[in-house]
DNA sequence: ACTAGATATATTGATATCAATAGAAATAGA
DNA sequence: TCTATTTCTATTGATATCAATATATCTAGT
């Protein structure tokens, strides 16, 4: 049989040019890698500053507005929260409210290395907006917020 | 002692709103399920998708520049390659011209499975595309790829 | 109060991601 | 040519990600 058609070369450079699931997920990486070797000499990756630093609040939230916050599934929370449970910077305790519900909370550990860590992200953040253009990064938060 | 100062509130607030590489990821995640779901019929994530349709080219190409243009590890490459190798729709050969190196292609079942994905991911990205301001889309790309 | 459906989370299994490391081959410099 | 360095890829171990599924609890309707 005639192995049908194939995709022209052409097509294959339009979807690589043209896909903003492709672009955004080298974005992804290329900032997460960044970020995690910044933060690497306080031992957290970029996930774990934004998930520790969602934790910083007045009240401590249950698991599932804090995976929505980060747009992420529930099941990769649970799976997040281990290693930072483990190193006791997170502590996870019944919701009295709703029996079927857990709570998070930073430990008086996890907040000295949150706190460790925040210079570090101001550093690395603020170079990485001064280098792009006046005005983009502020442009472009709000062109990712409309996608998640 | 005194368990020193503690981040304020209005800190979390602002590194959750300004941080880009927190809104990658959310965005990178939402894309990712959003193309996942849309391609599972045909058995394929938006990540193997990606990396199946650039190795649609004339030549077959060496690993490390398909893990640069993907932006990401080659140790992750060599990962993401075993499944798709697995189900006969990649292979992976020596590189005559460099003992060290491999090169991919693509076997004709993976030239269909890419052909039947290609109508897929053109009505997803069209409606994703359709979802967003005029003109958004195409400034997001650029905007992505000053970052990666 | 009972029950049906909805909600909150955990577990398992597959894949994705990277650091650290190692091995083999190519390349550059003496 | 010989050697030091660089380049290309694989492996291991830790974490991240999600689908499918299961369990416990809550809530709404009766």
Redesign the pocket.
């Known amino acids: 049989m005639s192995n049908a058609a194939e995709i022209p070369f052409a097509t294959t450079l339009l979807v690589r040019d043209t896909c903003l699931c492709l672009h955004a997920?080298r974005a992804a990486?290329a900032l997460?890698?960044l970020f995690?070797?910044a933060l690497r000499p306080v031992g957290l990756?970029n996930?774990?500053f934004s998930l520790m630093m969602s934790l910083n609040r007045p009240e401590p939230p249950?698991?599932?507005p804090v995976a929505k916050l980060l747009a992420?599934?529930?099941?990769?929370l649970?799976?997040?929260l281990?290693?930072l449970q483990r190193r006791g910077w997170v502590e996870?305790f019944p919701?009295p409210r709703?029996?079927?519900?857990?709570l998070l909370r930073l430990t008086s550990e996890g907040k000295a290395v949150l706190m460790a860590a925040l210079p570090i992200w101001e550093s690395t953040h603020a170079a990485l907006e001064a280098s792009l253009p006046e005005g983009d990064a502020e442009r472009l938060r709000r062109d990712l917020v409309a996608l998640a």
């Open positions: 997920q990486r997460a890698r995690d070797d990756t996930g774990q249950p698991m599932g992420m599934d529930q099941t990769t649970t799976a997040a281990k290693p996870v919701n709703d029996k079927r519900g857990r």
